[in-house]
């Protein structure tokens, strides 16, 4: 009979197109076995009896903001929070931390801290700006899963957005080293404009904030990020798109032969502008969340399939941060790396995800994109990354769970359908019966052929 480290027992697994009653066996990180009863030995067992199992959620758009601000989140409250969770790996953009991820120094001094207290996997990306055109070549040495660009301010100074110029170099160099460049798609000209003559007249309050952010100024930027990466032969991938008319862009792009993908962020499909206006400073972000009619047929478009993959956008800010008269000076960046699972399970405007696509969203198709071997999905031979839980009667995650250095968020009083119990990366368990262990497993992944 079989030694295993740990046995995961009795659980309704989640694998391939399918779920079905399983044991899951591994032995030294990684799954060694599946079956309706495996037998053998393991030094620990977990009755899974009950509860969903999932392979880990990756999440590919977070900020954790350390080294430098780790006072907004940083990386040992930022893991903590993914895992409790369900996450078992993230892919943490080049900012918000100071100084960003733009040359092989700041690279790795962000890579020995998470290494040092995450309790997940990392991979990185690097920024791609006006200032580190001759560090690419470098970035993809170090194994950055790509290179980020804002098309519109970033909100930072260290972190410059993109012209047109930049992305015309930076998605050749991208295209050379055989990585995506990922883009925030909105024109600069457009929003700062629109900014600049709502505060000359005073118009500063949450409606005046979304005014200027037109959902023309995403889609003309999404346009044009993929006319730039078609004729760069670069794969693309549009973060955080706010509407089904920016996912319509991305559909008929891939199908003249462009390789983009995008994401959306449960926010957007569970918010509306008026919801900014009722909540306040936590729910400013950007692309701002948009009315109701664009909400629902972004949500049309998750259900139809035409989305790829669900990020939380986890972008924290100390309290000080998200309070003011004036919207437009307050920090915009939503916290929600620990709700993505929750939400994903929970649905949005009564349809409900069922788990085999809430696999593919959230682990799945990112590991796909982003080439991380042995990730996103429970099989013989992958990294032993599992989260289990229970559907539970809707409530809101109890305060004294949400592990945010800053707890509060749009997530507070939404009621959510399915409990993060257990959590573990490749075999350490993490999170278990919710709450966290004293484990800090996690490492750098890069991007497979650049191991």
């Known amino acids: 009979m079989t030694q295993f480290d740990l046995l995961v027992r009795g659980g309704e697994v989640v694998h391939g197109d399918s779920v079905s ?27 899974a009896r009950g509860h969903l199992v999932l392979p880990g959620v990756i999440d590919p758009h977070v900020h954790f903001n350390e080294p430098g601000r780790s006072g907004w989140e940083g990386w040992a409250t930022g893991s903590a929070a993914l895992a409790s969770g369900g996450g078992t790996t993230c892919l943490e953009m080049p900012l918000n931390a100071h100084p960003p991820t733009l040359d092989r120094a700041s690279f790795a001094a962000k890579a020995e801290i998470a290494a040092a207290s995450s309790a997940i996997d990392f991979g990185l990306w690097g920024g791609l700006t006006p200032d580190n055109l001759d560090h690419l070549d470098d970035l993809a040495g170090c194994g950055v899963v790509g290179f980020k660009a804002f098309m519109s301010s970033s ?50 309050g949450a409606r005046d904030y979304l005014a200027s952010r037109p959902l023309v100024a995403e889609n003309e930027a999404i346009g044009r990020a993929i006319a730039l990466a078609a004729d760069a032969g670069c794969a693309l991938h549009i973060v955080h798109v706010s509407s089904g008319e920016g996912v319509r862009l991305v559909m008929a792009a891939r199908a003249a032969g462009v390789d983009v993908t995008c994401e959306t962020c449960p926010h957007y499909l569970f918010f509306t502008g008026d919801d900014v206006e009722r909540i306040g400073p936590l729910a400013k972000c950007a692309p701002p969340l948009r009315d109701a009619p ?5 949500r049309a478009a998750v259900i139809r399939g035409d989305v790829d993959f ?32 929750a939400a994903a399970m929970t649905g949005f405007g009564g349809h409900a995800l069922d788990p085999v696509t809430v696999a593919r969203l959230l682990s799945g198709n990112v590991a796909a994109r982003f ?13 032993a990354d599992l989260t289990w839980g229970r559907i539970v009667n809707p409530a809101p995650l109890a305060a004294d769970r949400v592990r945010y250095r800053h707890p509060a968020s749009i997530w507070d009083e939404v009621a959510f359908r399915y409990r ?24 750098l992944v890069r991007p497979f052929g650049l191991q």
């Open 310 to 341: 669900l990020a939380s956008d986890h972008s924290p800010a100390p309290p000080s941060m998200k309070t003011g008269d004036d919207f437009f000076a307050i920090w915009g960046g939503i916290s929600g790396c620990q709700h993505l699972l």
């Open 294 to 298: 664009v909400r629902d047929a972004l």
């Open 155 to 204: 909100g930072t100074s260290d972190f410059r957005h993109a012209d047109d110029a930049t992305l015309y170099h930076g998605m050749r160099a991208a295209a050379r080293l055989g990585l995506p460049v990922a883009v925030h798609a909105e024109n600069n000209e457009i929003t700062a404009d629109l900014a600049a003559r709502a505060r000359a007249k005073g118009q500063v």
């Open 371 to 383: 080439r991380l071997r042995g990730k996103g999905a429970i099989v013989v031979g992958n990294d």
């Open 420 to 443: 993060t119990v257990g959590t573990a990366v490749r075999g350490t368990i993490v999170v278990e019966d919710g709450r966290l262990t004293d484990q800090r497993p996690g490492r």
């Open 21 to 47: 009653t399983a044991d899951i066996g591994i032995v030294d990180g990684a799954v060694a076995e599946i079956g309706p009863e495996v037998r053998g030995s393991a030094r620990r067992e977990i009755d």
